[in-house]
């Protein structure tokens, strides 16, 4: 059984910085994708960016998110983090990584339909 707990999540003022971490679980292919995710409140949930569990290649929605947002992932495959840099307002959402079984290098995009596993999310504020 997949499982992906988020951590990390919290009040930071604008320009802040701030670590998720998602621990993953239950894969049993070595060729998955995780991404992450966020929803802000009256608004749709929003792809950012995902990485290729077999060689930690990455893909972000937008040049502005890369510019801002760092995925990655450890060595042993048990850990994904987002780094988010330069913070704003508008960043204030609960943020979910997600798994799918679908290689990352068949993916176009990233389609919330192709990641049947989440976590429980976490919650970040950003203070203006």
């Known amino acids: 059984e997949v499982q992906l707990v988020e951590s990390g999540g919290g009040l930071v003022q604008t320009g802040g910085s701030l670590r998720l971490s998602c621990a993953v679980a239950g894969f049993t292919s070595h060729d998955y994708t995780i991404g992450w995710f966020r929803q802000a409140p009256g608004k749709e949930r929003e792809a950012l960016c995902s990485?290729?569990?077999?060689?930690?290649?990455?893909?972000h929605r937008t040049d502005a998110l890369r510019d801002r947002f760092i995925i990655s992932m450890n060595n042993a495959r048990s850990m994904v983090f987002l780094q988010m840099n330069n913070l704003k307002p508008e960043d204030t959402a609960v943020y979910y990584c997600?798994?799918?079984?679908?290689?990352?290098?068949?993916?176009?995009?990233?389609?919330?339909?192709?990641?049947?596993?989440w976590g429980q999310g976490t919650q970040v504020t950003v203070s203006s």
């Open positions: 997600a798994g799918s079984e679908v290689s990352w290098f068949k993916m176009r995009g990233m389609n919330p339909i192709e990641f049947p596993y």
């Open positions: 990485i290729s569990d077999d060689d930690f290649s990455t893909y």
